[in-house]
Nanobody, 119 residues
Framework: QVQLVESGGGLVQPGGSLRLSCAAS????????MAWYRQAPGKQRELVAG???????TYADSVKGRFTISRDNAKNTVLLQMDSLKPEDTAVYYC?????????????WGQGTQVTVSS
């Protein structure tokens, strides 16, 4: 079994920064893609940023130039540096990883961490 634990959420003023972290533990052979999603009240969950095992990244248009995703393969960790935060970034942020314990890859989700941007 694999567990994902997130940390780093909280309350920040507009224009501020936060860094989210998500660490995977358990029966891990390899991790393909790592990604961050978010879900605001009354809205669907959306992709914020993703990173492949080779380091290629993708971002939602709404966060390009403000958020940076990175990964530490040795620690099975994905980070999301969020700068110039806006009130519309307020949401519960979830990490997602495609993890193989041997043969096949399965998708795992973190429990979510609240990010609130407000003055």
């Amino acid at each position: 079994q694999v567990q994902l634990v997130e940390s780093g959420g909280g309350l920040v003023q507009p224009g501020g920064s936060l860094r989210l972290s998500c660490a995977a533990s358990g029966s891990i052979f390899s991790i393909k893609t790592m990604a961050w999603y978010r879900q605001a009240p009354g809205k669907q969950r959306e992709l914020v940023a993703g990173i492949t095992s080779g380091g290629s990244t993708t971002y939602a248009d709404s966060v390009k130039g403000r958020f940076t995703i990175s990964r530490d393969n040795a620690k099975n960790t994905v980070l999301l540096q969020m700068d110039s935060l806006k009130p519309e970034d307020t949401a519960v942020y979830y990490c997602k990883m495609l993890v193989s314990s041997g043969m096949l890859y399965d998708a795992y989700w973190g429990q979510g961490t609240q990010v609130t941007v407000s003055s």
